[in-house]
């Protein structure tokens, strides 16, 4: 019998993994969530970032609201298996629901944060209902 892919997955006690998401060419971290085996289902079948929303408590298909979609190139799983890389192209350039490329967007420095990278579409016009 053929193990499933699924299984090498380790889930914490709450059903969910964390997913870090990096762009395709830069390699820059772009973000990090959360998915459960349902999301990674979805994400391997449609080649989309999709995550489990743990505020919303329902799966979370980046770009669902923006626009701004991930399309999936890889999936890797870590050595220890309790980690998740999706390999993305973002579409429209922003990660961040701040409008912004990555969500690291802030740096320590002198034991203050600095923000380091501009917002790219304010978020009222990101979110604007159409």
């Keep these: ?9 380790k889930f914490n ?5 964390p997913v870090v998401a990096q762009d395709f060419q830069s390699g820059r971290v772009l973000m990090l969530a959360w998915a459960n085996a349902e999301a ?11 995550y489990f929303s743990r505020s919303r408590g329902r799966l ?17 799983l ?5 980690s998740v890389l999706y390999v993305v192209t973002q579409v429209g350039g922003m990660a961040c629901h701040t409008g912004r490329e990555s969500c690291f967007y802030r740096r320590l420095e002198n034991d203050e944060w ?6 790219i579409v304010s978020p009222d016009r990101l979110y604007a209902k159409h």
């Design 1 to 9: 019998m053929t193990k499933d892919w699924i299984d090498e997955v």
């Design 13 to 17: 006690a709450d059903g969910l993994v």
């Design 40 to 50: 990674l289902r979805e994400a391997c079948s449609t080649g989309r970032g999709v």
């Design 60 to 76: 979370w298909r980046k770009g669902e609201e923006s626009g701004n979609v991930q399309k999936l190139h890889e999936i890797r």
């Design 78 to 82: 870590d050595c220890d298996g309790d």
């Design 114 to 119: 600095h923000t380091t990278d501009p917002v």
